[in-house]
């Protein structure tokens, strides 16, 4: 079943902008109002004429997007190294466990 596009209407630096998405309405305006607000910032520290603020906001959220994606990463990694950590000290506790279980071998006697 193919779900329609949804149609939510924003405004950004002072423009309004259809946006069709299959997201919500209620994350294309935040989508929007991050946009909105990244480009007032810029505009605010570069005074920038609007197309290179659209550009240099692209810049900025496509380097937040490519650190998370980093970060991401780097904790599956860590997660994965984490797993295999754990299972190897699980294999060990059974191996202490199987030991610790096993009757104790009787002592001899070494009076030589």
Do not use: C, F, H, W
Not at 34 to 42: C, F, G, H, N
Not at 53 to 59: D, E, T
Not at 87 to 102: F, N, V
């Amino acid at each position: 079943m193919q779900r329609d596009k949804i149609r939510t209407t924003v405004r950004i630096a002072g423009k309004d902008y259809t946006i069709a998405s299959y997201d919500s309405a209620e994350y294309v305006n935040r989508v929007a109002a991050s946009v909105d607000r990244k480009m007032s910032e810029l505009g605010l520290a570069t005074r920038l004429p609007a197309a290179q603020l659209a550009v240099l906001a692209a810049v900025n959220a496509t380097d937040d997007m490519l650190k998370s994606r980093d970060e991401i990463d780097r904790l599956r990694r860590e997660n994965e190294a984490l797993r295999s950590a754990v299972e190897s000290l699980r294999e060990e506790l059974d191996g202490l466990r199987s030991l610790a279980e096993k009757p104790a071998a009787p002592m001899e006697d070494s009076d030589a």
